[in-house]
């Protein structure tokens, strides 16, 4: 028996997401050294001009990953009284997110995708950020985004689908080579307030 069009519609879509993240990671990995270097410094310029960020006390960055560009240099710019968090993988919920206080002495470990994360620390959920910088896969003008494809941040930043804005605030962070025209949007993205990238700053 034949599929209906709209389970063809959403397969096409789910199919044109994949290849599009396929390409986009390439596109990002094939970054010299150098040129992610230079980025993450533009990077840090551009983030230490939000006022969001200049408001905020708890940011929750991450750890740079396969091609990913690089916050950590806020760590230089952030204020006296901002404390800068790493998420870690949970097991309940499961594949969600809590975020843990990070400064570059603490120990790390690796998680099951091989990405360090603080070995000790209380873990504060997404409601206890006041702003989340977000690595993107991709991204457009209109604030649509498309991520690794776990949906680890999905499922953690659901209840603002039901809460009001503005806290915590989402800021995507990319380099400006991942930005496409227009990007198929899924029914349970959760939308960005913010995108940054190595050249400039996008409010949708």
């Given at each position: 028996?034949?599929?209906?069009?709209?389970?063809?519609?959403?397969?096409?879509?789910?199919?044109?997401?994949?290849?599009?993240?396929?390409?986009?990671?390439?596109?990002?990995?094939?970054?010299?050294?150098?040129?992610?270097?230079?980025?993450?410094?533009?990077?840090?310029?551009?983030?230490?001009?939000?006022?969001?960020?200049?408001?905020?006390q708890r940011?929750?960055?991450?750890?740079?990953?396969?091609?990913?560009?690089?916050?950590?240099?806020?760590?230089?710019?952030?204020?006296?009284?901002?404390?800068?968090?790493?998420?870690?993988?949970?097991?309940?919920?499961?594949?969600?997110?809590?975020?843990?206080?990070?400064?570059?002495?603490?120990?790390?470990?690796?998680?099951?995708?091989?990405?360090?994360?603080?070995?000790?620390?209380?873990?504060?959920?997404?409601?206890?950020?006041?702003?989340?910088?977000?690595?993107?896969?991709?991204?457009?003008?209109?604030?649509?985004?498309?991520?690794?494809?776990?949906?680890?941040?999905?499922?953690?930043?659901?209840?603002?689908?039901?809460?009001?804005?503005?806290?915590?605030?989402?800021?995507?962070?990319?380099?400006?080579?991942?930005?496409?025209?227009?990007?198929?949007?899924?029914?349970?993205?959760?939308?960005?307030?913010?995108?940054?990238?190595?050249k400039k700053?996008?409010?949708?």
């Amino acid at each position: 028996m034949s599929s209906s069009p709209f389970v063809s519609r959403i397969d096409l879509r789910r199919e044109l997401r994949r290849e599009l993240r396929r390409e986009l990671r390439e596109r990002r990995r094939a970054l010299s050294t150098s040129q992610q270097r230079l980025a993450a410094r533009k990077l840090q310029q551009q983030l230490q001009k939000l006022p969001e960020l200049k408001c905020a006390q708890r940011i929750a960055l991450y750890w740079p990953n396969d091609g990913e560009i690089d916050p950590r240099l806020l760590v230089s710019a952030k204020r006296h009284h901002q404390q800068l968090y790493l998420p870690a993988l949970q097991s309940f919920p499961a594949l969600t997110l809590r975020f843990v206080r990070w400064t570059p002495r603490l120990r790390m470990i690796k998680n099951r995708w091989g990405i360090p994360e603080p070995r000790r620390g209380a873990r504060l959920s997404a409601h206890a950020m006041d702003a989340i910088l977000m690595p993107l896969v991709g991204f457009d003008a209109a604030g649509n985004r498309l991520g690794m494809g776990g949906g680890f941040y999905d499922r953690t930043l659901a209840f603002m689908q039901r809460v009001p804005r503005p806290s915590p605030v989402l800021i995507g962070v990319a380099h400006q080579c991942q930005q496409e025209a227009q990007l198929p949007a899924a029914a349970w993205d959760i939308p960005l307030q913010l995108i940054v990238t190595d050249k400039k700053t996008i409010r949708p």
